[in-house]
């Protein structure tokens, strides 16, 4: 990330990943983690997870009341 980005200007992040190609999106007012099908994006203390399944699209919109940790799960 640039140490003197513009306030409004979305930073986009991707990696290669065995499931797809990985996707993070870091603007001032939010965060969006997109890999495959799934994005998961947080904004003004929502989460609001997404998923593209077959024709239909579920969306699941989740108030925040304190900490979100995102990790990473490990191949066993």
Same mark, same amino acid.
């Given at each position: 990330?640039?140490p003197? +980005? %513009?306030?409004?200007? %979305?930073?986009?992040?991707?990696s $290669?990943?065995?499931a797809?190609?990985?996707?993070?999106?870091?603007? $001032? #007012?939010?965060?969006?983690?997109? =890999?495959?099908?799934?994005?998961l994006?947080? /904004?003004?203390?929502? =989460?609001?997870i997404?998923?593209a399944? +077959?024709?239909?699209?579920?969306?699941?919109?989740r $108030?925040?009341? /304190? #900490?979100?940790?995102?990790?990473?799960?490990l $191949?066993s």
């Amino acid at each position: 990330m640039a140490p003197f +980005r %513009d306030a409004l200007a %979305d930073e986009v992040m991707t990696s $290669p990943t065995s499931a797809g190609t990985l996707s993070l999106e870091v603007a $001032p #007012r939010h965060v969006v983690v997109a =890999l495959a099908d799934v994005q998961l994006a947080v /904004s003004e203390g929502l =989460l609001t997870i997404t998923r593209a399944a +077959r024709r239909r699209v579920r969306r699941v919109v989740r $108030p925040i009341g /304190s #900490r979100l940790i995102v990790a990473r799960g490990l $191949p066993s």
